[in-house]
């Protein structure tokens, strides 16, 4: 194994002034769940401004990065070599099998960046870039060096022990989740929706979800499509807890007493009222839905007014102003385009009019509702109590 270490550096949370304990005990937390299912024993350690990851024994190193790449609030993942010897003779030594053993072709520019972090160090950053890199020139006279542009940025880091990296893979940034507070992601079948999920969560948001599902119109399959995408979600976000709500006699109430052209925008009122209930109860602070202005007739800014009318608490709707084609670009990013695409019925398609209102107008909305007085409320309070949960992770 060329790596036994990862350094973790992470961006934004380092900016989090006297909570920032919290935020590197969170991505820590993050990262002990990422790594559980990956071969391999992992200590997750921390040290000020600095997280690292051990790999004790034998590991899978593609399946850890890969592994890394999912958590939220990493910004580069680095591969090191982590040695406690300081003798600056022996240092060198270190430093020059680095190079030996991650460069095998050798034949490259290179630079080396050093920094005391322990300023009781006898010798200065400056002084150890001259005289590490004369090491590895004397050592591998292929080598050149080239202060401006090197193809190698050898770092050399004088911590508690010693870092020595020059590998750095993208994290996917953002925050931990777990730092942010919790909120309810209305999951459909859909593209949209799952990307939406995955951007909250990288702002460090927990996720619960809540899915309509409307049997016999809907089947097993198209329920069960949902739950795989939470499960995708979830390699991001942690653990998914799934509401499935029975829709399918508030639909048909709806279809009953209502205009039909007003359906969609009727139906999607009861979605956001149910998921505020649930996500109340819950200690969800906000909704979270994959609408996007214009793709739809239900998603013209007058419906998305007249839909959002009902809810209080904050819905947060991260690719409103993304076009299908970027939304699809995300989705095939995070592993759920795939799954998306697959020809399950929705229950929003099954009951859609010829011709659904654009623009509808809220007051006629609101009037054409009042024909569901009788039994709606009992209904909606039915499928709530009477709501499936399955935890997904
Ligand atoms: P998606 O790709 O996410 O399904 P969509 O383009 O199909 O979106 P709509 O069907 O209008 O759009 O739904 C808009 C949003 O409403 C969805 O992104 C989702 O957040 C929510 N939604 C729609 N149908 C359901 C459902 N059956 N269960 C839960 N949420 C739903
Ligand atoms: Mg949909």
Same mark, same amino acid.
């Given at each position: 194994? !060329?790596?036994?270490s990862?350094? *973790? #550096?992470?961006?934004e949370?380092g900016?989090?002034?006297k909570?920032?304990?919290?935020f590197?005990?969170?991505?820590m937390?993050?990262?002990?769940?990422?790594?559980?299912?990956v071969e391999?024993?992992?200590?997750?350690?921390?040290?000020?401004?600095r997280?690292y990851v051990?790999?004790k024994? =034998?590991?899978?190193?593609? @399946? /850890?990065?890969d592994?890394?790449?999912?958590?939220?609030?990493i910004?580069?993942?680095? &591969?090191?070599?982590?040695?406690?010897?300081?003798?600056?003779?022996?240092? #060198?030594?270190?430093?020059?099998?680095?190079?030996?053993?991650?460069?095998?072709? +050798? #034949?490259? /520019?290179?630079?080396v960046?050093?920094r005391?972090?322990?300023?009781?160090y006898?010798?200065?950053?400056?002084?150890?870039n001259? =005289?590490?890199?004369?090491?590895?020139?004397?050592?591998?006279?292929?080598?050149?060096?080239?202060v401006h542009?090197?193809?190698?940025?050898l770092k050399v880091?004088? +911590?508690?022990?010693?870092?020595?990296y020059?590998?750095?893979?993208?994290?996917p940034?953002g925050? &931990?989740?777990?730092?942010?507070g919790?909120?309810m992601?209305?999951?459909?079948?859909?593209?949209?929706?799952p990307?939406?999920g995955?951007?909250?969560?990288?702002?460090?948001?927990?996720l619960?979800?809540?899915y309509?599902?409307?049997?016999?119109?809907?089947s097993?399959?198209?329920k069960?499509?949902?739950?795989?995408?939470?499960?995708?979600?979830?390699?991001?976000?942690?653990?998914?807890?799934?509401?499935?709500?029975?829709?399918?006699?508030?639909? !048909?109430?709806?279809?009953?007493?209502?205009?039909h052209?007003e359906?969609?925008?009727?139906?999607? +009122?009861?979605?956001?009222? *149910?998921?505020? /209930?649930?996500? @109340?109860? %819950?200690?969800?602070?906000?909704?979270?839905?994959?609408?996007? *202005?214009g793709?739809?007739?239900?998603? /013209?800014?007058?419906s998305?007014a007249?839909?959002? @009318?009902?809810?209080?608490? &904050?819905?947060?709707?991260?690719?409103?102003?993304?076009?299908?084609? @970027? *939304?699809?670009?995300?989705?095939e990013?995070?592993?759920?385009?795939?799954t998306?695409?697959?020809?399950?019925?929705?229950c929003? %398609?099954?009951?859609?009019?010829?011709?659904?209102?654009?623009?509808?107008?809220?007051?006629?909305i609101?009037s054409s509702?009042t024909?569901?007085e009788?039994?709606?409320?009992?209904?909606?309070?039915?499928?709530?109590?009477?709501?499936?949960?399955?935890?997904?992770?």
């Amino acid at each position: 194994m !060329l790596f036994q270490s990862f350094l *973790i #550096k992470y961006a934004e949370i380092g900016t989090k002034g006297k909570n920032r304990f919290l935020f590197e005990d969170a991505l820590m937390k993050q990262i002990r769940h990422a790594l559980k299912t990956v071969e391999g024993t992992f200590l997750v350690t921390k040290e000020f401004g600095r997280i690292y990851v051990d790999a004790k024994g =034998d590991y899978d190193y593609e @399946e /850890t990065v890969d592994a890394l790449k999912q958590v939220f609030g990493i910004a580069w993942i680095c &591969p090191m070599f982590q040695t406690e010897e300081k003798d600056f003779t022996l240092l #060198k030594k270190e430093v020059i099998s680095y190079v030996e053993q991650v460069y095998p072709e +050798r #034949k490259l /520019t290179f630079k080396v960046d050093s920094r005391r972090a322990d300023k009781k160090y006898p010798i200065s950053s400056e002084q150890m870039n001259r =005289d590490l890199g004369e090491a590895v020139l004397e050592a591998f006279p292929e080598m050149k060096v080239d202060v401006h542009h090197p193809q190698v940025l050898l770092k050399v880091e004088i +911590r508690n022990l010693v870092n020595i990296y020059s590998v750095m893979i993208a994290g996917p940034g953002g925050m &931990p989740v777990g730092t942010n507070g919790k909120a309810m992601l209305l999951l459909s079948g859909g593209i949209d929706s799952p990307v939406a999920g995955y951007m909250i969560a990288k702002r460090g948001v927990v996720l619960e979800a809540v899915y309509f599902h409307a049997p016999p119109y809907t089947s097993e399959r198209a329920k069960q499509k949902v739950v795989d995408l939470a499960k995708l979600v979830s390699r991001y976000s942690g653990p998914i807890k799934l509401h499935v709500v029975n829709f399918t006699d508030i639909q !048909l109430y709806i279809y009953e007493k209502c205009p039909h052209e007003e359906l969609t925008i009727i139906m999607r +009122r009861y979605m956001m009222r *149910i998921a505020q /209930t649930i996500a @109340e109860e %819950t200690g969800c602070l906000a909704l979270i839905t994959g609408e996007s *202005i214009g793709q739809v007739a239900s998603q /013209t800014v007058q419906s998305l007014a007249a839909t959002n @009318e009902v809810c209080t608490m &904050p819905v947060f709707r991260p690719v409103i102003g993304f076009d299908k084609q @970027e *939304i699809v670009d995300i989705s095939e990013k995070i592993g759920t385009f795939e799954t998306s695409i697959q020809p399950f019925e929705d229950c929003c %398609t099954i009951f859609v009019a010829k011709h659904p209102v654009t623009k509808p107008n809220i007051r006629v909305i609101r009037s054409s509702e009042t024909n569901l007085e009788e039994k709606i409320d009992g209904m909606v309070k039915t499928a709530i109590e009477n709501r499936e949960e399955i935890l997904v992770s």
